[in-house]
T-cell receptor, first 117, second 109 residues
Framework: DAGVIQSPRHEVTEMGQEVTLRCKPISGHNSLFWYRQTMMRGLELLIYFNNNVPIDDSGMPEDRFSAKMPNASFSTLKIQPSEPRDSAVYFC???????????????FGPGTRLTVL | GIQVEQSPPDLILQEGANSTLRCNFSDSVNNLQWFHQNPWGQLINLFYIPSGTKQNGRLSATTVATERYSLLYISSSQTTDSGVYFCAVEYTGRRALTFGSGTRLQVQP
């Protein structure tokens, strides 16, 4: 399997522009996660989906962030308008999505390094 | 939410040395994973280990769930082991992982 695929790998944009990050989970995985990594806050969850439905979006910073999962093989994370404090590495991860309490390993994509000038 | 603490925060080793990294967590967990973030930023799964002991080559891990800690052992370290090691847990009722702040390991030749 190709693993979790993210694009773009690097994105440099100017403040105020819209940014869209993309993720393709591992085939057959039913859960998808977006995480953000910064020096100040480390790795933290933004949102996760199960069977294409958002389950926990408590980590989404504010209304400028939105995420969608239109089908089982694709998800987007959009920032509009972007700000310099959004600069970070954004990771997408997927898992089989077994019921809570059952073994369920998460596999991470390579990440998108976002720089907002 | 759950607290995940890793120690030591930084570790410098000579090639060939052994090391133990520790992860303490503040509540019962359903899932615990160890990751290695390499110098290129990639997060690599090392172990899924909510309890018990597992070994994979020079690496092994032990989780004592009743005492809320996990240990990652690296034996005969190599320069390619350098990077940041993260412990992450999934606690009851929440599928997502909560990460510790990591242990930064540098193995010198």
């Amino acid at each position: 399997d190709a693993g979790v695929i993210q694009s773009p790998r690097h994105e440099v944009t100017e403040m105020g522009q819209e940014v869209t990050l993309r993720c393709k989970p591992i085939s057959g995985h039913n859960s998808l996660f977006w995480y953000r990594q910064t020096m100040m806050r480390g790795l933290e969850l933004l949102i996760y989906f199960n069977n294409n439905v958002p389950i926990d979006d408590s980590g989404m910073p504010e209304d400028r962030f939105s995420a969608k999962m239109p089908n089982a093989s694709f998800s987007t994370l959009k920032i509009q308008p972007s700000e310099p404090r959004d600069s970070a590495v954004y990771f997408c991860a997927s898992s089989r999505g077994r019921r809570l309490g059952s073994p369920d390993t998460q596999y991470f994509g390579p990440g998108t390094r976002l720089t907002v000038l | 939410g759950i607290q995940v603490e890793q120690s030591p925060p930084d570790l410098i080793l000579q090639e060939g040395a052994n090391s133990t990294l520790r992860c303490n967590f503040s509540d019962s967990v359903n899932n615990l994973q160890w990751f290695h973030q390499n110098p290129w930023g990639q997060l690599i799964n090392l172990f899924y280990i909510p309890s018990g002991t597992k070994q994979n080559g020079r690496l092994s891990a032990t989780t004592v769930a009743t005492e809320r800690y996990s240990l990652l052992y690296i034996s005969s370290s190599q320069t390619t082991d350098s990077g940041v090691y993260f412990c992450a847990v999934e606690y009851t009722g929440r599928r997502a992982l909560t990460f510790g702040s990591g242990t930064r390991l540098q193995v010198q030749p």
